[in-house]
């Protein structure tokens, strides 16, 4: 019995290298073929939605979708199977990626037409950072968050801010231009009030009167600082983040630039890449 259990030991430990590790030739070349794979389906599901295409070859690209739901699946079931923590990885974010991905063909049982929701795959290909070891894209991938993170109160107050605007503009306009302009209601003026606010102007629905179209131009006016106030404030905390990360640069590991707080560490707790004595 022990025997077999160490036996299970040791090719559970060796699926979790091929799957989880880029470092061996293995493990480097499941996660280009699952790349490949990734790649293949969302251009299988694209494909689908093109009618002269699906009519053509419906069945081949059914039968190769549901290969790759297999392949996704048991992929799925192994990484939770080979890691010693499966809920961590069950409700992280990738696990939560790689799970969605599955389902909508499982769904299309009962659901028609779900499985197009499986382009959600495409989610997939941020692994794309890990396995090709874009260690400069990865710095920039966590300043982007930290910077997101930092400004998310302030872009919270902000679009309160900008939802109540729209709101009050909104009965304005309902009142002066009244349906017979199209403003048939309150939440249909807001819509409009929001659709002007973000220079989007899709046309359906247009202020008549002289004091509506005065009021129109001075939202369309206050759309363009709408829309610069939020990339100037997730500008500035990324900034602030980049900046933070180079007075740390004399502390971040080479391979993975996570940030190491233990000065006389020789191995990255990260990713076990060995670290110099430069920093």
């Known amino acids: 019995m022990r025997e077999l259990k160490s036996k299970y030991d040791i090719l559970r430990q060796k699926i979790y290298i091929i799957i989880y590790g880029s470092n061996t030739f293995a493990g480097r070349l499941f996660d280009l073929i699952l790349l490949a794979v990734i790649l293949l389906s969302v251009l299988l599901i694209m494909l689908e939605s093109v009618e002269r295409l699906d009519a053509k070859y419906h069945t081949f690209i059914i039968v190769s979708e549901w290969i790759i739901t297999i392949f996704f699946t048991i992929e799925y079931i192994l990484r939770i199977i080979c890691n010693r923590k499966p809920l961590s990885y069950i409700f992280s974010f990738y696990g939560l990626v790689d799970l969605i991905s599955i389902l909508p063909m499982y769904l299309s049982f009962f659901i028609p037409g779900s499985r197009m929701l499986s382009v959600i795959r495409a989610l997939r290909l941020l692994r794309l950072f890990g396995i090709l070891n874009l260690v400069h894209f990865t710095g920039q991938e966590s300043q982007l968050k930290l910077a997101i993170k930092a400004s998310r109160t302030k872009i919270i107050v902000f679009v309160y801010f900008v939802l ?3 709101i009050l503009l909104g009965a304005i306009m309902y009142v002066v231009e009244g349906k017979e302009s199209g403003f048939t209601s309150i939440p249909v003026s807001i819509y409009w ?27 369309m006016i206050m759309g363009y600082g709408i829309i610069a106030v939020p990339t100037g404030i997730v500008t500035a905390e990324f900034a602030s983040a980049k900046r933070n990360q180079n007075n740390d640069a004399s ?18 707790h990260h990713c076990g890449e060995k670290l110099t004595h430069e920093f």
């Open 164 to 166: 109540i605007v729209s």
């Open 193 to 219: 009030c929001i659709v002007t606010l973000t220079t989007v102007g899709y046309g359906d629905i247009a202020p008549v009167t002289t004091l509506g179209q005065i009021i129109a131009s001075c939202i």
């Open 251 to 268: 502390r971040t590991c080479p391979s993975c630039t996570s940030i190491i707080y233990n000065e006389e560490a020789r191995f990255c």
